[in-house]
């Protein structure tokens, strides 16, 4: 075998082990736990006149905020989802949301969805983002996925 040829079977090699790592991490099961409610949660939904644990996802321990607080897309977002569609991304919207960066309590793979909340002057999708959850949460990001609030539907 050339040295050529050793070196791009070598090269092969780790590629394929770094594939095979980045998918095995997700079937061994170990997913870690939610992280604990904090303080901040707490005020926050209290601040919001809601009681800690009346929102679906308010035990997450993130800020909650009402839906009226939210850029007004998000609430026309939040109408469509009630409707079932039709979304403004077809092959975007309601696709499973898979939680990479962990900031959502841990749940099954299928377990969140994900919706487009339009902002005007964007040339693409934008950053904002509306995920349900399968026990009726709603959360948003502002900042494609850097940071969540709880969101309460109901104001």
Known sequence: MTPARRLSVALLGLIALVVVGYFAKDLTGSTPAPPAPSTSGSVAAEASGTASGAVPG?????????????????A???????????FPYPRND????QNRERL???KPR??????????????????????????DEVYYTGDHYESFVVVDVTE
């Open 104 to 106: 959502l309590p841990a």
């Open 76 to 86: 026309a977002t939040w109408r469509l989802i009630e409707r079932g569609g039709p």
């Open 110 to 135: 299928d377990y969140y969805r994900e919706y487009t909340v339009p902002t005007p002057g964007s040339d693409d999708r934008g950053a904002r983002r509306l995920v349900t959850g399968s026990s």
């Open 94 to 97: 309601g696709v499973t949301f």
């Open 58 to 74: 308010a035990e997450s321990g993130l800020p909650v905020k009402a839906l009226s607080s939210l850029p007004e897309q998000a």
